[in-house]
């Protein structure tokens, strides 16, 4: 069956700028992550929606940060007035329960360069 | 918290070579333990976990892995490596209650030498 997508792939953009990145979880998945890669950081995580419940926010590194998941399925990561440290891979995963020991399922990522 | 440490941050070794991929944690309360693998330009994929019984976990692609609580350890192990085994791997951690986000270590890029 179809695995996590994300869109675009590659995003070039200017300092300052703002940038919408997507995320289509796996059909039927309840939770939904955001990490991302980069060379100094590592994989970090970022943000976590879990059904109906708040979500949770403690990874996200600034306000320029924030994230929405309508009806419970495709997720935007909205990243604002972009900086250059903000270039990374942003990596989307949906796992099909809340719980801890259900698998993630990662997408490809989307790779953000920001000049 | 939880922390992740691997150990080698490049490994390379031969083809059909034995090779151990060394991860250390630490944690105030019970975790689950992961391994994934990155292929080049690729996102990752979960090669095993941990999450209770047998400390012997048997992943794909003829990785296996042991958990020991006492050395706080999760090290990856394959008798014998083949090209397309070159990859990232990380090693991550989850509380198994509370938050449910994925800790992981910096990677180990794994490079077969023909």
């Known amino acids: 069956g179809a695995g996590v997508s994300q869109s675009p792939s590659n995003k070039v953009t200017e300092k300052g700028k703002d940038v919408e990145l997507r995320c289509d979880p796996i059909?039927?998945?309840?939770?939904l992550y955001w990490y991302r890669q980069s060379l100094g950081q590592g994989l970090e995580f970022l943000i976590y929606f879990q059904g109906n419940s708040a979500p949770d926010k403690s990874g996200l590194p600034s306000d320029r940060f924030s994230a929405e998941r309508t009806g419970g399925s495709v997720s935007t990561l909205t990243i604002q007035r972009t900086q250059q440290e903000d270039s990374a891979v942003y990596l989307c995963?949906?796992?099909?329960?809340?719980?801890?020991?259900?698998?993630?399922?990662f997408g490809p990522g989307t790779r953000l360069t920001v000049l | 918290a939880q922390s992740v440490t691997q150990l080698d941050s490049q490994v390379p070794v031969f083809e059909e070579a034995p090779v151990e991929l060394r991860c250390n944690y630490s944690?105030?309360?019970?975790?689950?333990l992961f391994w994934y693998v990155q292929y080049p330009n690729q996102g990752l994929q979960l090669l095993l976990k941990y999450l209770s019984g047998s400390t012997l976990v048997k992943g794909i692609n003829g990785f296996e892995a042991e958990f020991n609580k006492s050395q706080t350890s999760f090290h990856l192990r394959k008798p014998s490596v083949h090209i397309s085994d070159t990859a990232e791997y990380f090693c991550a951690v989850t509380r198994i209650q509370g938050a449910q986000k994925l800790v992981f270590g910096q990677g180990t890029r794994l490079t077969i030498n023909p």
């Open positions: 059909s039927g998945h309840t939770a």
């Open positions: 995963a949906s796992s099909r329960l809340q719980g801890a020991r259900d698998t993630q399922y």
């Open positions: 944690s105030s309360v019970s975790v689950y």
